[in-house]
């Protein structure tokens, strides 16, 4: 196991070196002189040469990214250009509020979806089969902000259940309130894809040989489907929860600006819509990380499930 976690880890070196340099040319494909925008558009060609200068944009490329991966070896992600705040003092601040979304998401997500998975699996081509297929098809087919706009609509304004906006800890009854309604929306479309996954793959395994020889023994016929089935359909499950999480980080984009999170869905917006490179920079570098290190817990748990996975 030690040694599989080993290979795991090494891996992902390769992928973060090429997450640095996809995040570091963000700056330069960019449409614009970076310079320009620090210095501002009516800022005399001298000054706007003084800004390349400061921030080494006339340098040659290489020594450019050699420079910002030693920033990032040190936890330096630059500055501000608006608010001249640290970057990854911003990044702390909202990346809290965006993990937590998404991991209410994903705990909704897993909650809702499998068990109708596996209830649709078990009543094959029934009434209750088929309204859970009809049901998972219209939430897949609504975009996000859709339900996010439908739910403030009806919760939020008609029925007055929930806040409209802001954000306060899950330690109190009000963070429950305010986390609700954008985990929900957040989640809506994983709910649909995970639910089908699990219909699919408890409607393959429930037909293996060793699933009929559990019932032929006698054994509690929840115990057969929980134990012996969903056990084993349980790694393409454990696939798309993982991916989901990386899926819901970039969603909360959306859900943060419709809710009015504090998070770095939003805090990404705000930048990019200023024009803030640093704080774009890092905030794609941030949720990069996140994704990775996700998809690093996804292999540790097949290995966890299939002892198959780590003795190959």
Request: glycine share 8%; net charge positive; with cysteine.
């Amino acid at each position: 196991m030690a040694s599989y976690i080993t290979g795991r880890l090494l891996l992902t070196v390769p992928v973060l070196v090429g997450v640095s340099v996809l995040v570091f040319l963000i700056l330069h494909l960019t449409p614009g002189n970076p310079a320009l925008v620090v210095a501002g558009p009516d800022a005399p060609p001298d000054v706007v040469r003084e800004v390349e200068h400061t921030l080494g944009l006339d340098q040659p490329l290489y020594v450019q990214y050699g420079k910002y991966v030693l920033r990032l070896i040190h936890g330096d992600l630059g500055r501000s250009v608006r608010s001249h705040e640290p970057v990854l003092r911003q990044l702390l601040t909202t990346l809290p509020v965006t993990i937590t979304l998404a991991l209410v998401g994903v705990a909704l997500t897993v909650a809702v979806s499998v068990p109708v998975g596996i209830v649709a699996a078990y009543n094959r081509n029934s009434p209750l089969d088929l309204a859970t297929i009809c049901a998972v098809l219209a939430a897949s087919a609504m975009p996000v902000f859709a339900v996010g706009l439908i739910l403030l609509w009806i919760f939020a304004i008609t029925l007055r259940w929930f806040p409209l906006s802001g954000y306060a800890p899950l330690t109190t009854v009000d963070g429950w309130r305010h986390i609700a309604l954008p985990a929900v929306t957040v989640s809506s479309g994983a709910v649909a894809l995970l639910a089908r996954l699990t219909r699919s793959s408890m409607l393959e395994t429930l037909h293996q040989d060793y699933v009929r020889t559990a019932r032929a023994k006698g054994l509690w016929e929840p115990g057969v489907v929980v134990r012996h089935a969903f056990r084993n359909a349980l790694l393409p499950v454990i696939t798309i929860v993982g991916l989901q999480f990386g899926f819901l980080l970039s969603g909360a984009v959306v859900t943060e600006s419709i809710f009015s999170l504090p998070g770095m869905g939003r805090l990404l917006v705000d930048a990019i819509l200023g024009r803030d490179f640093p704080v774009v920079q890092g905030a794609v570098l941030m949720l990069a990380l996140t994704f990775v290190l996700t998809n690093l817990l996804v292999d540790i748990a097949y290995a966890a499930v299939d002892p198959r996975v780590r003795y190959a």
